[in-house]
């Protein structure tokens, strides 16, 4: 994990995602991490009003799939380029979201996750029902390839996954100037305590509504991007269990940080694909899984080390303070000793004289 510190571990796991299609010709293994990397995006956008900010949003993939869907009727239904209907499939997740989170955001903590749970059953029923815009449960079906930028063609199984790749990295650079702004100072002074940071002067209503558009935007575009690359859609990409696995994403990982969610979301996959031979079953390893890394590890693998890092630089300013002491302690006794040794002698002086 030391490696993994500041720009030289974030180097190292971008190289380490540059080199992973010339480690394997498996068009499988390939697809699996480029699935993968779509999901760390969303899972992203779900740990800034989670993690950050202190609310669960339990509508999180429903909005990833208005965003699959949004691309997939602009583009199959309408003609509309890939990247604009990719912009404008964003930009619509981050408009829904802002239409929701101005009545959700006034509930708070679990209020708000049976609200928002219930926003993305509602979304589901609406793509599964509304067969005249989403298709129904025939879904949507000849959703092109993301289009040539120029000379760069994505029509491989390899140009695909490096475009994730590219927006997996972009979104992680932007996460981190959120985070490590002023505004992420803001989400995080929210999520700690309502009371403390209306009183340091934030508006809470419009910090929550940001903090949701901004998540909800990643799901969005995650969303684009899932589209663009099963080129097929069907009401399933809208169930919650697709959130309820980006949460599971963030707890391994861990929540609250920026490595954590990455690193889950991309564990989860594989250790899905994995368990596939026990189908339906696979959810009795999980449970229990999830419930032995909730009690032993509540802070994720990421959250852990850094919890047990800042403990040891802790002790370690402890024992400097305490050499310290001993230092200032030690000179002191030896000014005393200095100072009482001339009286000392100055008295053995005048006995003598007397």
């Given at each position: 994990m030391n490696a993994l510190q500041g720009k030289t571990g974030w180097a190292l796991l971008l190289a380490l995602a540059i080199a992973f299609p010339l480690l394997t010709d498996n068009s499988y293994y390939l697809t699996v991490m480029t699935i993968a990397f779509i999901y760390a995006i969303a899972t992203l956008g779900l740990n800034l009003i989670t993690g950050y900010t202190g609310q669960l949003n339990l509508a999180h993939g429903g909005f990833m799939a208005i965003g699959a869907y949004a691309l997939g009727i602009l583009t199959v239904d309408h003609g509309v380029p890939f990247?604009?209907?990719?912009?404008?499939?964003?930009?619509?997740?981050?408009v829904v979201g802002w239409a929701i989170g101005v009545v959700s955001l006034?509930?708070?903590g679990h209020y708000f996750?049976?609200?928002?749970?219930?926003?993305?059953?509602?979304?589901?029923l609406l793509i599964e029902k509304w067969e005249s815009l989403t298709h129904g449960t025939v879904g949507l079906i000849g959703i092109p390839v993301p289009a040539p930028i120029g000379p760069l063609q994505f029509e491989s199984v390899h140009a695909q996954y490096y475009l994730v790749l590219f927006?997996?990295?972009?979104?992680?650079?932007?996460m981190h100037r959120i985070v490590s702004s002023l505004l992420g100072r803001s989400f995080m002074a929210v999520r700690n305590s309502d009371a403390l940071a209306e009183a340091?002067?934030?508006?809470?209503?419009?910090?929550?509504?940001?903090?949701?558009?901004?998540?909800?935007?990643?799901?969005?575009?995650?969303?684009?991007?899932y589209a663009g690359q099963v080129r097929f859609l069907g009401p399933d990409i809208a169930r919650t269990d697709i959130t309820f696995d980006m949460v599971m994403a963030m707890l391994?990982?861990?929540i609250g940080t920026t490595l954590g969610p990455l690193l889950g979301a991309i564990l989860v996959p594989w250790i899905t694909q994995t368990l596939q031979f026990l189908q339906d079953y696979r959810m009795l390893v999980f449970g229990p899984v999830?419930?032995?890394?909730?009690?032993?590890?509540?802070?994720?693998?990421?959250?852990t080390w850094l919890k047990r890092q800042a403990r040891r630089a802790a002790a370690l300013r402890r024992g400097e303070r305490a050499n310290a002491r001993a230092r200032d302690a030690g000179r002191t006794d030896s000014a005393a000793d200095s100072a009482a040794?001339?009286?000392?002698?100055?008295?053995?002086?005048?006995?003598?004289?007397?």
């Open positions: 990247w604009l209907a990719f912009l404008i499939s964003g930009l619509l997740c981050m006034r509930l708070k996750s049976i609200f928002t749970l219930c926003v993305g059953f509602i979304i589901y927006f997996l990295v972009l979104a992680v650079f932007l340091l002067g934030i508006n809470l209503m419009r910090t929550k509504v940001l903090s949701f558009v901004l998540s909800v935007g990643y799901a969005g575009f995650a969303g684009a991007l391994v990982g861990g999830l419930i032995l890394l909730i009690i032993f590890v509540p802070d994720g693998i990421v959250g040794s001339p009286a000392a002698g100055n008295a053995t002086a005048g006995a003598d004289n007397a």
